[in-house]
């Protein structure tokens, strides 16, 4: 049973930075391609990047490019995520998720419960 946990939310004023940490467990976490998504209230899910364990490269949603970092660390099955000039638009419940693009945005319980992040002045 895929579990993922999330932590390290909170609020920050807007040009602030904070740091996300998912763990990992009930899966091979090193043989697994991983995703970082965000759900604002009344919006849609947003993927917003994908790590490939294979390859190692990391493929970035245009919005977070350039400020928002992934790491992840397979001795210890957990999963970073560097996020940098934060904007009030980068308000959201954060979920690391198990899989690429198509298989995160279908399969919601490969999704952990999430952490909220909240940029305001």
């Known amino acids: 049973q895929v579990q993922l946990v999330e932590s390290g939310g909170g609020m920050v004023q807007p040009g602030g930075s904070l740091r996300l940490s998912c763990v990992a467990s009930?899966?091979?976490?090193?043989?697994?391609?991983m995703s970082w998504v965000r759900q604002a209230p009344g919006k849609e899910p947003e993927w917003l990047l994908t790590?490939?364990?294979?390859?190692?490269?990391?493929v970035y949603d245009f919005s977070v490019r350039g400020r928002f970092t992934v790491s992840r660390d397979n001795s210890k099955n957990t999963m970073s995520l560097q996020m940098n000039s934060l904007k009030p638009e980068d308000t959201a419940r954060y979920y690391c998720?198990?899989?690429?693009?198509?298989?995160?945005?279908?399969?919601?319980?490969?999704w952990g419960q999430g952490t909220q992040v909240t940029v305001s002045s």
């Open positions: 998720a198990r899989g690429a693009f198509k298989e995160v945005m279908s399969r919601r319980d490969y």
């Open positions: 009930g899966f091979t976490f090193s043989g697994a391609d």
């Open positions: 790590t490939y364990a294979n390859s190692g490269h990391t």
